[in-house]
């Protein structure tokens, strides 16, 4: 079942509950209070009548020396029965517990007649009969020598069937008001739902794929901040999602590269092998195969330790930190770096002492240096700059060059693996579009971060800082 059908069924059965409660109670009460009233009125009529019937007694100046007194009595009652109103009926009840004139209704019984008399003036008994409900008094008589008490039975029927005109009606307005406070019951039901409603079927749409799907309800009420709180988590979802298709992009992309990286050379060497096959008494051509397959198995070589490199740096122990100092490190650079490779960096230390990896921290600024000669290529006048300087406690390393620079559209992905901006020029230089990404990685095995900044036409600047290194004596020790 719903919610809002709940709801709606909740409702009713509370407002039907308070119906049926407040109209029984009303109509109780002013029952209660309409009996009363009778009763009161009742009890007084039976005074007078009781009065009355006393007189007609002594008003015989025989009867207290008649010794059948209780026919007398029957026939004074039977007398004042008979001048009575319609709408009583009248029992005398004399002191030798024997009716000597009974007129009320049959289920009125003689052991009741008994108990009624016995119960004294005031008494009363509701008594109902053939579909009419009696009113029963009791009220001791004031014979001399003789005890007599008299039973009257009012009709009082007039009372039940008001009460029952009552309850129709009662009945007729709770089934209009039940009718239309159901029908208000479940308009309120769903409306007060149909934000949930709407945050069950965005749900739905979102765990169906649609991840783009907000809510947005402005009720000003704990739901509002129910829908903040599910927008900011389909957010949440839709930027997670996003992370992760990215992800599984570029690691298509990665895989693709590192494919196309593989088989391009591959292809080539065994073109060239196989003609060495074909014409083995070429001289020239042996020489120029052996010197492209030679130079290509070089660049697989180089590509294969790049990727061990990087994939190595995810290890808990891949750093080996030791203190060493800027001019030592730009010393283990300059001593790799291709013996052609042109221009020459300009270094500027500082003498500072950093506790880096050496072998990774050198490779790092090697690769740097490296790819700021190839962005130097063909463009006269060009420079490279290798320089370390101390700022705010930090040990900054900066690779500058004035070459090509790299577009901007180019500069957030230079870090990932086998991008390269210019991929015919890149290969043409034995590059793999692997050396800034292993860079990147270096730098953040080191709490580092790789910052680029490039114009297009102009050069590339590219800084990464270290804390610098400070012994601590024997003495502060």
Known sequence: MKFSSKLSLGSILLLTAGLSFSGLALIGCSFAGSLHGARTALQ???????HALERLILSDNGYNARADRNYLLATYARQFAASAQDDSRLCLWSGDNLAVYNDLPLTV???LQKEYAAAGADAWRIVPDSGQYYLVLSQPMNLPGQRADLLCAYDISYLFATRLTQLRLWAGITLL???AGSAAAVWFSRKLTAPLSLLQTASGQIAAGDYTRRTALATGDELAALSASFDAMAQAVEDKIAAMDDTVQRQKDFIAAFTHEIKTPMTAMLGYADLMRAMPG???LQQESAAYIYHETQRLELLSRRLLALLGLDAEDALQPE???DAELFALVLRSLPKDAQPLPTVQGCGCT??????LWSDLLRNLVLNAQKACRGKQG??????CC???GQAVFTVTDTGCGIPAKDLPRVTEAFYMVDKSRARAAGGSGIGLALCARIAAAHGATLHIASTEGQGTTVTAAVPVYKEVSAREG
């Open 44 to 50: 007084a009529r039976q005074t007078k009548e009781v």
């Open 177 to 179: 008001l039940l009718a």
């Open 323 to 325: 203190a060493i100092t």
């Open 354 to 359: 950093v506790q880096v990896d050496p072998s």
């Open 390 to 392: 101390v700022q705010d």
């Open 282 to 284: 070429d001289t020239e």
């Open 382 to 387: 060009s420079a490279v700059f290798l320089r």
């Open 109 to 111: 019984n003689t052991a």
